[in-house]
């Protein structure tokens, strides 16, 4: 008598999140859930939410709607779009023994829909891959705990019965992995052979966090760091050839420094005509890499008597095949590591 098959892995690669549209009405939704969550603002909700609700969203959703718009694709949010190509290339790469949904912690596709989608699937294991090389509470924790809600309730399936996913597997932080360093490296040294002329000095963006969250035990700070050094040696990059510093600062509180916004007007002041920057904490290409530092750093560079031609922002890993192969290597390490 044949044995039955043996159903596949699931994989849940799971994202921040976006818009649903370029409009200040869906900015205003993805702003509250994403600004809502304890884990990325942490104020008490008796004296934050009057704040977000009556300030910060009727101020911060038209401006982030038009920033938006000047970075929305054809078939949608690039992140979205990017994470959806990687999702799609790294089924190809697991193969049949896999199956790997797409979810978002905030928007959509939602982390429920994606759950419900494997769980339909008949997964019985399931593998967690937060798309955060660095791990923080603001993110990937963020999603854990998400997920770990989210589990708690079957997900109905066809004849009204339900299937909880039993297993369910978390992928460690990555900051530190040969593989996708080895494949960040390979991705930067590809556009560096790409341009016109070589580049005077390297800025490498990770985004930000308030202070206080580090001194809470937070351990992004210490793994961006550990990530730009080993990615340094990969490149053999000299100390003074390259700079750690760190983008998107919100509110009023002490965040990580230097600023990325900063040391891109430092450094033009300081004569550097032609900058590269990359953006590491970010695997696949979104508002925060293609707006803030696409566009807005480069009117940073200029204004601070940067060359115009000089600026150049290194694309994210989005679904270069190196990446693609380093995710599946690390789902394939994690799906090991529980058996």
């Known amino acids: ?26 900015l205003r939704r993805y ?27 009727p ?4 401006r982030s709607a038009r920033l938006y718009r000047s970075i929305w694709m054809a ?14 290339a790294l089924q190809r790469r697991l193969g049949d023994g896999f199956r790997v949904a797409l979810g978002m912690r905030y928007g959509q596709p939602a982390l429920a829909r994606a759950l419900e989608s494997l769980t339909k699937a008949g997964i019985r294991t399931l593998i967690i891959v937060p798309m955060f090389p ?36 978390f992928a460690e932080a990555f900051f530190d992995s040969p593989a996708y360093l080895d494949a960040l490296a390979g991705s930067l040294r590809d556009y560096l052979a790409s341009l016109r ?13 308030p202070v206080r969250y580090i001194r809470h035990g937070d351990p992004y700070e210490a793994q961006c760091k550990v990530t730009a050094q080993l990615l340094a040696d990969r490149m053999g990059w000299r100390p003074e050839d390259w700079t750690l510093a760190y ?30 920057v990359t953006a590491p904490s970010f695997v696949a290409d979104c508002l925060e890499t293609l707006s803030e530092l696409g566009i807005e750093g480069r009117e940073d560079f200029i204004r601070a008597g940067g ?18 192969e380093a995710a599946a290597s690390l789902v394939r390490e994690t799906a090991a590591a529980g058996e």
């Open 1 to 26: 008598m044949s044995q039955p098959s043996r159903p596949p892995l699931g994989v849940l690669v799971a994202q921040l999140g976006s818009p649903d549209e370029p409009t200040p009405a869906a």
């Open 247 to 276: 983008q998107s600062r919100f509110g009023p509180e002490a965040w990580l420094a230097p600023s990325t916004q900063e040391r891109i007007t430092e450094l033009a002041r300081q004569g550097v005509r032609r900058l590269l």
């Open 197 to 209: 002329r070589p580049t005077e000095h390297v800025l490498v963006s990770f985004h930000g966090l």
């Open 59 to 62: 101020l911060r959703a038209p």
């Open 307 to 324: 060359d115009p031609d000089g600026y150049s922002l290194a694309p994210s890993l989005n679904a270069d095949r190196r990446w693609v």
């Open 31 to 57: 702003l509250l859930e994403f600004l809502s969550d304890r884990n990325v603002i942490d104020y008490p909700a008796w004296f934050w939410q009057p704040i977000l609700r009556g300030l910060i969203l």
């Open 75 to 88: 078939e949608g949010s690039p992140l979205v779009v990017h994470s959806q190509r990687f999702a799609a």
């Open 134 to 169: 660095q791990a923080s509470a603001t993110t990937s924790g963020s999603i854990v705990e998400a997920v770990r809600r989210l589990l708690r309730i079957p997900a109905r399936v066809p004849h009204r019965s339900t299937i909880r996913i039993l297993k369910p597997r």
